[in-house]
């Protein structure tokens, strides 16, 4: 099993910056890929950001240019988050894919952007 710890969310003013950072630990053989979805108010869960055990990675249109998605070799994965909007307000949560079929999901850290 999987335990997933996030950190590095905060309240932020537009234009600046965070980094969210996803430490997995556990008991695994192999995570396939990790992911940054996030929640706001009132609305559904969304992909923000994922990165696969090769290195590939996606982003989604509304964080293209300003988001980067990065991992290391020690199970962590970091959301850089630059440029940040008010319609980026919401719960980041940390989301894995391991054992191929297994998924795990950390305890969502809040992120308040406001203009």
């Known amino acids: 099993q999987v335990q997933l710890v996030e950190s590095g969310g905060g309240s932020v003013q537009t234009g600046e910056s965070l980094r969210l950072s996803c430490a997995a630990s556990?008991?695994?053989?192999?995570?396939?890929?990790m992911n940054w979805y996030r929640q706001a108010p009132g609305k559904q869960r969304e992909l923000v950001a994922g990165?696969?055990?090769?290195?590939?990675t996606n982003l989604a249109d509304s964080v293209k240019g300003r988001f980067t998605i990065s991992r290391d070799n020690q199970n962590t994965v970091y959301l850089q988050m630059n440029s940040l909007k008010p319609e980026d307000t919401g719960v980041y949560y940390c989301?894995?894919?391991?054992?191929?079929?297994?998924?795990?999901w950390g305890q969502g850290t809040q992120v308040t952007v406001s203009s």
């Open positions: 989301n894995a894919r391991y054992n191929t079929v297994r998924y795990a």
């Open positions: 990165i696969s055990s090769g290195g590939s």
């Open positions: 556990g008991s695994f053989s192999t995570i396939n890929s």
